[in-house]
C-alpha cells in the first residue's frame, strides 16, 4: 500500500511536470509564430482572447464534473490529447476562423485541467496535506515550464517553431502515461470534492456556493491580475522581435525559462508561509510583484528588461499559483463543491486573462508596447486595492487568509 501511494505520488509530481508544456498549448510561442505570418498584434489578441472566453464560458460545469465524476484521470488524459491535436492543427492551417476555433478547443481543455489535477490532488493527500503537496505540483510544473522552454529554445534555434511543437507532443505522451500511473484505489472521491472525511456527508446546496462572498472575492481580485499579467508576456516576446529584431523562438524561451527558474523556489516557499500564516501572505505578495512587473516593461525599452520582468513574473505567478486552489479549498471546505468553487474562480480569472490579451493587443496596436505594458499595470493596481478592501470589509474573507 505504501509502495503503491509512493508511485502514485511521485507519478502526480510527473504528471505536473509534463502537463506544464501542454496546458497552456503553444503559450507566447504562438503570438511569435503568428506575428511570423503577419498576423498584427490585434488579430493575436483576438485569437487568443477567443481561447480564453471558451474556456471560461466552461470553467464552472467543468468544476462541477470534477467534483461528481470518478473517471477524472481518463478526463484528463482526453483534455490533454485534444490540446495536443489542436495545436498541431494550426501549424497545418492559419486561416483566421480556423485558428480561432482550434484556440477555443484549447481554452476549453485547458480549463479542464486545474479542476481535474486538484481534484486528484486532494483525493490523495486531504486538506491537512494539500499546501504542501500544491507546492510541489507548482514547483514540478514550474520546472517542467523551465525545461521544455529550455529545450524548445534549442531545438527551436535549429528547425523553427515547428521543433516547439515536437516537444509539446512529447511531453503530452508522457502526461497521458503519467496520469494513470495514479492508483484511482488510493483517490477519496469524497474528500476530492471537499466533503469531510466523515461517513454520510453530503454535498451543500449550489446556491450557497454562488452566495458565497469570498469565493466572489477571491474571484474579482484574480480577474484583475489576470487582466494585467496574461498578455505581458506574449507583448513581451512581440515587442523584442519587432523593434528589436531578436530571434523569436530564443527570445521567447528566454523569457519563459527566467520566469519558470523563479517560479520553482516561489512555489515551494508558498507553500510553507501557507502552512505556517495562511494564503493571504502569499496572495499580498504575488500581487505587489505584478504593478512592478509592469512599470519596469513600460519604461526599460531594452531586450534586456526581460530579466527583471521574467524575475518578477515568477515571483507573482509562482505565489499565486499555490494560493488560488488552496484558499478556494479552504473557502469550501465540507460543502462539496470545492472544484466548482474552483470553476467559479477560474471562469473570472479566465475572462480576465482572455481580455488581456485583446486589450493588450489594442494598445500596442494603437499606442505602442510600453502604453499597452502600463495600461495592463493599471489593471494589477486594481487587483491590489481590491484585496486590501476585501480583506477589510468581508470578515469571513479575512478569517479565511490566515491560519
Not at 100 to 122: D, E, K, N, Y
Not at 221 to 243: D, K, R
Not at 376 to 403: D, H, I, M, Y
Request: proline letters at 4%.
Amino acid at each position: 500500500m505504501v509502495r503503491k501511494r509512493n508511485i502514485s505520488l511521485t507519478a502526480l509530481s510527473l504528471l505536473s511536470f509534463s502537463l506544464a508544456d501542454v496546458r497552456d498549448g503553444l503559450g507566447p510561442f504562438l503570438g511569435v509564430y503568428l506575428q511570423g505570418k503577419n498576423w498584427t498584434p490585434d488579430e493575436i489578441g483576438y485569437v487568443m482572447t477567443a481561447g480564453g472566453l471558451a474556456g471560461m464560458v466552461l470553467t464552472t460545469p467543468l468544476g462541477a464534473l470534477a467534483d461528481g465524476t470518478r473517471k477524472k484521470r481518463l478526463m484528463l488524459a482526453v483534455a490533454t490529447i485534444m490540446i495536443v491535436l489542436s495545436a498541431t492543427a494550426v501549424f497545418h492551417c492559419r486561416f483566421f476562423p480556423f485558428v480561432a476555433g482550434m484556440q477555443i478547443v484549447q481554452g476549453i481543455m485547458a480549463a479542464a485541467i486545474m479542476p481535474l489535477l486538484t481534484s486528484i490532488t486532494l483525493g490523495l493527500v486531504g486538506q491537512k496535506g494539500l499546501a504542501h503537496r500544491l507546492g510541489k505540483n507548482e514547483a514540478w510544473n514550474h520546472f517542467g515550464n523551465f525545461s521544455t522552454a529550455a529545450l524548445g529554445g534549442i531545438i527551436g534555434y535549429f528547425y523553427g517553431l515547428s521543433g516547439v511543437l515536437g516537444v509539446m507532443l512529447a511531453m503530452g505522451l508522457l502526461s497521458v502515461l503519467f496520469v494513470f500511473l495514479i492508483d484511482p484505489a488510493l483517490i477519496n472521491y469524497d474528500v476530492a470534492r471537499g466533503l469531510e472525511e466523515k461517513k454520510g456527508a453530503v454535498p451543500a446546496p449550489v446556491g450557497q456556493l454562488l452566495m458565497n462572498r469570498s469565493i466572489m472575492a477571491t474571484g474579482l481580485i484574480l480577474f484583475f491580475f489576470h487582466l494585467g499579467n496574461a498578455a505581458l508576456l506574449p507583448l513581451l516576446g512581440q515587442s523584442a522581435v519587432a523593434v528589436h529584431h531578436v530571434e523569436p523562438a530564443v527570445y521567447t524561451a528566454a523569457t519563459v525559462i527566467i520566469a519558470q527558474l523563479t517560479m520553482v523556489p516561489m512555489a515551494l516557499w508558498a507553500a510553507r508561509i501557507a502552512e505556517k500564516r495562511g494564503y493571504g501572505q502569499v496572495i499580498l505578495l504575488a500581487l505587489i510583484a505584478l504593478p512592478a512587473r509592469g512599470l519596469i516593461a513600460g519604461f526599460w525599452h531594452d531586450p534586456w528588461c526581460i530579466v527583471p520582468v521574467q524575475i518578477l513574473d515568477g515571483v507573482g505567478a509562482g505565489l499565486i499559483g499555490v494560493a488560488t486552489p488552496g484558499i478556494v479549498a479552504k473557502i469550501m471546505r465540507g460543502t462539496g463543491h470545492v472544484n466548482m468553487g474552483l470553476g467559479v474562480v477560474m471562469t473570472l480569472q479566465g475572462i480576465g486573462a482572455a481580455l488581456s490579451s485583446t486589450v493588450g493587443g489594442l494598445f500596442a496596436y494603437h499606442a505602442g508596447y510600453s502604453a499597452a505594458f502600463l495600461a495592463l499595470t493599471g489593471s494589477a493596481c486594481c487587483a491590489l486595492v481590491l484585496f486590501a478592501g476585501a480583506r477589510r470589509w468581508l470578515p469571513q474573507f479575512g478569517k479565511e487568509l490566515v491560519n
